[in-house]
């Protein structure tokens, strides 16, 4: 019987990983500390205008910092958020808004509340539990509503990008079966044994260059104003 060509199960919920965050995934877990970190400066200032909704400093630190976390775990809790840190996060935040935007015009990709729960519990989670949590939403002067809202545009972002592309990443039986011949020396275990990882290898990498291309496109028509530092576009 023929095999589900659905991306694998991560596929869905690490969408905007794949295209939008690919320039912090290196300081995900590294001890290096960066020359000059932004957390420690009190001002807080406009950093872009996206559709004409400012995003603040705070703002940026805040949703780089919770985004981190689901990445990486509790131990990216300490790490520095430096200006490189915070521009690829900016990238990442100007993707889901704008795709998010175009959603609400069409009142298309709703986040239900149970879901949105589920993902403030999965982060408490991550944190180590209510406590923790409180003391995280604390330290950012920001409350729980702020987190689902957050959290509600991630996942709203994710779920738009993936209904575009999902379809389009899927690969078929004569695909796998050629990239095995062309890298047999890769699988000893043989074809049957290695199918269904050559699969999922093959729709991440189809995956992650589509979801690239329909940000682009998305991005191509959006009004966003980024202001000093951030003036420029995190390299890839």
Do not use: C
């Amino acid at each position: 019987m023929r095999e589900p060509m659905s991306p694998p199960r991560w596929l869905g919920a690490d969408t905007l990983w794949l295209a939008g965050w690919l320039s912090l995934a290196p300081a995900v877990g590294t001890a290096a500390t960066p020359p000059a970190t932004m957390e420690g400066r009190v001002a807080d200032r406009v950093v872009a205008i996206i559709e004409g909704q400012v995003l603040t400093l705070s703002e940026l630190r805040f949703e780089a910092r919770v985004a981190l976390l689901q990445r990486g775990g509790v131990q990216a809790l300490e790490l520095p958020l430096d200006e490189d840190t915070l521009r690829g996060a900016l990238e990442l935040i100007i993707n889901q808004r704008v795709q998010v935007l175009n959603a609400d015009r069409l009142q298309a990709f709703p986040a239900e509340p149970a879901e949105v729960q589920a993902r403030v519990n999965a982060f408490q989670a991550v944190l180590g539990g209510e406590a923790a949590l409180k003391q995280f939403l604390s330290r950012h002067d920001v409350d729980v509503q702020g987190l689902e809202r957050v959290l509600a545009r991630g996942l709203r972002a994710e779920r738009i990008l993936d209904s575009r592309i999902r379809l389009r990443a899927q690969v078929g039986e004569t695909e796998v079966r050629r990239h095995f011949e062309q890298n047999a020396d890769e699988y000893p275990q043989g074809y049957e044994a290695a199918r269904a990882a050559i699969r999922e290898k093959l729709v991440r990498e189809r995956y992650g260059a589509l979801a690239a291309e329909e940000l682009a496109q998305v991005r191509a028509s959006a009004q966003v104003r980024r202001v000093a530092p951030f003036a420029r576009e995190a390299s890839r």
